[in-house]
T-cell receptor, first 108, second 116 residues
């Protein structure tokens, strides 16, 4: 069964700092998703990574995928308070599995 | 992106009653729909996958008779929580995918169910 591990589970950052969230998965997959969830809301799609070496950037967030290492990273550059949310990675096509989520808090 | 509408957004029901949640793809035909449950401060857990016109495939540990899923058309899937109990209180989220291959699944806004 596909397992998705995400770390850290909790991340408290100061504004302006950089940090990386990691997502490891257990079986071969060539697609990986990153989502953002605000409290009480559903998921907002951030990135869809479809091939080895894929790198996508949107604002202060950049995601990459290494299918050989079964690893994806979500890098946060110069964090701002508005990025505070829970971030999930998910893997798979027919039965998407989610990581546990990283609760990010960005403090002034 | 494509729009998936879920209704209701929240519902409160009494123990023992049944609740139906609808998931509609508004601007595309969803050949596959997924139902997830999310408890507070936890991740999303896949409950079942449904393909239009066929029976849903349930994940291990999910009671088929309690969580009835119907995917009668290419734009609508429903989840009925039967004989609801307080432990069924959760955030239920659906997602829909247009076809096979490299297509992304789009998520509904979720339904918060509270059973009292």
């Amino acid at each position: 069964e596909l397992k998705v591990e995400q770390n850290p589970l909790f991340l408290s950052m100061q504004e302006g700092k950089n940090y990386t969230i990691y997502c490891n998965y257990s079986t071969t997959s060539d697609r990986l998703y990153w989502y953002r969830q605000d409290p009480g809301k559903s998921l907002e799609s951030l990135f869809v990574l479809l091939s080895n070496g894929a790198v996508k950037q949107e604002g202060r967030l950049m995601a990459s995928l290494d299918t050989k290492a079964r690893l994806s990273t979500l890098h946060i550059t110069a964090a701002v308070h508005d990025l505070s949310a829970t971030y999930f990675c998910a893997v798979g096509l027919n039965d998407m599995r989610f990581g546990a989520g990283t609760r990010l808090t960005v403090k002034p | 992106g494509a729009v998936v509408s879920q209704h209701p957004s929240w519902v409160i029901c009494k123990s023992g009653t049944s609740v139906k949640i609808e998931c509609r793809s508004l601007d595309f035909q969803a050949t596959t729909m997924f139902w997830y449950r999310q408890f507070p401060k936890q991740s999303l857990m896949l409950m079942a996958t449904s393909n239009e016109g066929s029976k849903a495939t349930y994940e291990q540990g999910v009671e088929k008779d309690k969580f009835l899923i119907n995917h009668a058309s290419l734009t609508l899937s429903t989840l009925t929580v039967t004989s609801a109990h307080p432990e069924d209180s959760s955030f239920y989220i659906c997602s829909a995918r247009q076809g096979a291959g490299n297509t992304e699944a789009f998520f509904g806004q979720g339904t918060r169910l509270t059973v009292v």
